[in-house]
C-alpha cells in the first residue's frame, strides 16, 4: 500500500495562475478531505467528500474547487492563485471506524 | 461550535524528563480527541485518539492521554522523553455524528516540542 500520495510536493505559481494538486488513496477510504496549513493556525479544512460523487465544502473553500470522480482521486482545483493562498496543503483520508485518518506527505505552495 | 486550544506554541525538555503537552477543548456534544505528530516536512501521523472508550488512552511511542470530562482536556503525556520525540503536536476535536459525515477535525494551532540533551 503506497497510502496517500500528493503530487507535487514543490510549485510556485504567479498570482492569476491555476494549477490542480494531485491526491490519490489506494486504501480504499470512502472519507477524503484536503487541508491546509499555516504557522500558528493548525491544519484548517478546505473541503471533504464521503464518498464518490460528493463533495462539501469546510471551513476555508474560497478560491478552490474540488471533485471526486472515484473513491481514489481527489483532487484540488486553485482556480486564480492568490499569495494568501500560499500554503502547505495536505490530503487526508479515512474508513468510517476506527477513525484513524491517513495524510499525505503535503504540498507546499508558494504563490508570488 | 467546537475547538481546541493548546497551552504554549513551544516546550522544551530534557532528555528524560517528562513531557507534557496541554489540549483543552471545547464541545456541545460527546467528543472524539486526537493527537497528531508532525516531523519536521512530513505528514501528519496519529499517535492517540479518544472515541469515548476508556478515558486513559495509551498511544505509539509510548505516549498517552487522559480524558478528563469535568477539566474538558485532554492532556499529552509521555514520562521520559528522547530526542527523536523533538516535532510538532497537533490536538484535534470532532464528535461522532459530524464524522460520520465527512471527518471534519477541529485543530489546534500545534505545540512545537523540543528536546533538550
Known amino acids: 500500500n503506497a497510502g496517500v500520495t500528493q503530487t507535487p510536493k514543490f510549485q510556485v505559481l504567479k498570482t492569476g495562475q491555476s494549477m490542480t494538486l494531485q491526491c490519490a488513496q489506494d486504501?480504499?477510504?470512502?472519507?477524503m478531505s484536503w487541508y491546509r496549513q499555516d504557522p500558528g493556525m493548525g491544519l484548517r479544512l478546505i473541503h471533504y467528500?464521503?464518498?464518490?460523487?460528493?463533495?462539501d465544502q469546510g471551513e476555508v473553500p474560497n478560491g478552490y474547487n474540488v471533485s471526486r470522480s472515484t473513491t481514489e482521486d481527489f483532487p484540488l482545483r486553485l482556480l486564480s492563485a492568490a499569495p494568501s493562498q500560499t500554503s502547505v496543503y495536505f490530503c487526508?483520508?479515512?474508513?468510517?471506524?476506527?477513525?484513524?485518518?491517513?495524510f499525505g506527505p503535503g504540498t507546499r505552495l508558494t504563490v508570488t | 461550535a467546537q475547538s481546541v486550544t493548546q497551552l504554549g506554541s513551544h516546550v522544551s525538555v530534557s532528555e528524560g524528563a517528562l513531557v507534557l503537552l496541554r489540549c483543552n477543548y471545547s464541545?456541545?456534544?460527546?467528543?472524539?480527541l486526537f493527537w497528531y505528530v508532525q516531523y519536521p516536512n512530513q505528514g501528519l501521523q496519529l499517535l492517540l485518539k479518544?472515541?469515548?472508550?476508556?478515558?486513559l488512552v495509551k498511544g505509539i511511542n509510548g505516549f498517552e492521554a487522559e480524558f478528563k470530562k469535568s477539566e474538558t482536556s485532554f492532556h499529552l503525556t509521555k514520562p521520559s522523553a528522547h530526542m527523536s520525540d523533538a516535532a510538532e503536536y497537533f490536538c484535534?476535536?470532532?464528535?461522532?455524528?459530524?464524522?460520520?459525515?465527512?471527518?471534519?477535525?477541529?485543530f489546534g494551532q500545534g505545540t512545537e516540542l523540543s528536546v533538550k540533551p
Open positions: 487526508a483520508s479515512r474508513r468510517d471506524s476506527p477513525y484513524e485518518q491517513y
Open positions: 486504501m480504499n477510504h470512502e472519507y
Open positions: 467528500s464521503v464518498g464518490a460523487g460528493i463533495t
Open positions: 464541545s456541545s456534544v460527546p467528543p472524539y
Open positions: 479518544y472515541t469515548s472508550a476508556a478515558t
Open positions: 484535534a476535536v470532532t464528535h461522532g455524528m459530524i464524522y460520520n459525515q465527512g471527518g471534519k477535525l477541529i
